[in-house]
């Protein structure tokens, strides 16, 4: 491909990628906030009249009352679904890691073996014997792995947060020391800045994976139900709000991971693996204050 033909692609697809993420965080933090009102609506005494409540709001000269249904009801209106951005944003990301990452091949490196990347991380590092042969496969065969890898990412995620875990407070201290450990391995297999945006493919593809995966399908089945005259079931629409939850948490991270690039100090350092587990769980903290605000 001609390297100008490359560039305007690449510029393209960063452009769309950029703006389109821009509107997805931008509408799940929105309604992060709305929610966060409504909570302290409802710690509010109940009015004597039984006046709704509404959070009111105002911007570019209009003024706004949203009320919150507490049991859905089906409404004449047209019904506005936010989908589309999530799906933009991957698909955008998705072909710009494949166009660099993968046809391009920055997640290898000709001067550096993944046994390199080991010993520099732990000097004097020799291994069992099979480990040799193993970090070779992951040399020569990056692309495959790192398929993989995106691929275990959403099933073990989805799994451990849809099956196993039952307490909050467990699963994200599980959930970190799995981060920790797929940064490190990341940071052996791949090139840093390569490892860096493998995780960022991962957690995007999570991201995008709860918004088409589970929470608009259970969207859609407490649609149908209202309008087949039943009653919504509640609780799939709290899971469904659970791994909305979740999006707000990892997007911190992959937001960081997005803009490292443009600091040789993160990923190319010695203790890269550190400095991103590090970020990622400062990222958490930052949403959890963001998410009370």
Known sequence: MHPELTTWIDLLLRWTHVFAGIMWVGATFYFTWLDGRFEELAKEP???DGEKKFVWMVHSGGFYAVEKQKVPKLMPAT??????EAA???????????MLY?????????EESATDRLRTLFPGCTGPVWLNPALNFMTDHYLIVSFILILLGWTVYDLL???????????????????????LFACVAFPGRGAYMQLGAMFGTIMAANVWMR??????????????GQPANVAEGARAKTRSKHNTFIVFPVVFIMISNHYSSTYGSPHNWLILSAMVLGGWIAASIVRRA
């Not at 933009?88 to 494949?98: A, R």
């Not at 993968?102 to 000709?110: A, I, N, P, R």
């Not at 929470?215 to 087949?228: E, F, G, S």
């Open 46 to 48: 109940e009015k004597a």
């Open 79 to 84: 019904l506005h679904w936010f989908r589309w």
């Open 88 to 98: 933009i944003t991957w698909l955008s990301g998705m072909l710009l890691f494949g």
């Open 102 to 110: 993968w046809h391009g091949k920055l997640l290898t490196s000709l």
């Open 161 to 183: 947060w849809g099956k196993v875990f039952k307490n909050d407070k467990v699963g994200v201290i599980v959930s970190f020391f799995l981060v920790v450990a797929l940064a």
């Open 215 to 228: 929470i608009l399908p259970a969207q859609r089945r407490m649609v149908a139900a209202l309008k087949a």
